[in-house]
């Protein structure tokens, strides 16, 4: 099993930005698929960003050109938001998909875009 543990959330004005960071209990590797999703009340989860093969990253419509997804060479990684509106408000939630093993989630991190 892996543990994540998200950081980083918090109240943001609109136009803001917010990193989050998702640590690992262990060393990620390169098999390793890691992903930023998030959820409104009343809503399914929904993919934020995520590295897809070969590691290249993939980003939701929603947040293109104002997401940046990133990782370390350890165990941590990142979610880099800029210009934040109020819709993007919401839990977020890292996850690890671990060949094999399954699906791991983090706890969330909530992030509130508010004036």
């Known amino acids: 099993q892996v543990q994540l543990v998200e950081s980083g959330g918090g109240l943001v004005q609109p136009g803001g930005s917010l990193r989050l960071s998702c640590t690992a209990s262990r060393r990620l590797t390169s098999i390793d698929i890691m992903g930023w999703f998030r959820q409104i009340p009343g809503k399914e989860r929904e993919l934020v960003a995520q590295f897809g093969s070969g590691g290249r990253p993939n980003y939701a419509d929603s947040v293109k050109g104002r997401v940046t997804i990133s990782r370390d060479n350890t165990n941590t990684v990142y979610l880099q938001m800029n210009s934040l509106q109020p819709e993007d408000t919401a839990v977020y939630y890292c996850?690890?998909?671990?060949?094999?093993?399954?699906?791991?989630w983090g706890q969330g991190t909530q992030v509130t875009v508010s004036s």
């Open positions: 996850r690890i998909v671990v060949p094999l093993s399954g699906n791991y």
